[in-house]
């Protein structure tokens, strides 16, 4: 297990910004995919954006041409820049790793989540 630890959420005004980011205690392998999770009240957690090593990426529809994810395997960090934010996109935003082991991904941590909170 990776302990990941996001920060950047917070409080912010329809089509305002917020970059949130994400690293892990031990650091990332570069078979590792990373991706962001969300969770609103009521609602099951759902993907929001994941990487790969090599920095394919890929989105959830809602959020396509407003978010980007992207790493720095340097520094351990994934990262969610978020603009043109809607009252829609509140939630807790969580950090997950993937990593490849064997033939398939499997799951190595989730943060603790941050709240993202977009008013209207």
């Known amino acids: 297990q990776v302990q990941l630890v996001e920060s950047g959420g917070g409080l912010v005004q329809t089509g305002g910004s917020l970059r949130l980011s994400c690293g892990a205690s031990t650091g990332f392998s570069s078979n590792d995919m990373l991706a962001w999770y969300r969770q609103a009240p009521g609602n099951e957690r759902e993907l929001v954006a994941s990487i790969t090593s090599g920095g394919a990426s890929n989105y959830a529809d809602p959020v396509k041409g407003r978010f980007t994810i992207s790493r720095d395997n340097a520094k351990n960090t994934v990262y969610l820049q978020m603009n043109s934010l809607k009252p829609e996109d509140t939630a807790v935003y969580y950090c997950?790793?993937?990593?490849?082991?064997?033939?398939?991904?499997?799951?190595?941590?989730w943060g603790q989540g941050t709240q993202v909170t977009v008013s209207s």
């Open positions: 997950h790793a993937k990593r490849w082991l064997g033939g398939g991904y499997f799951p190595i941590g």
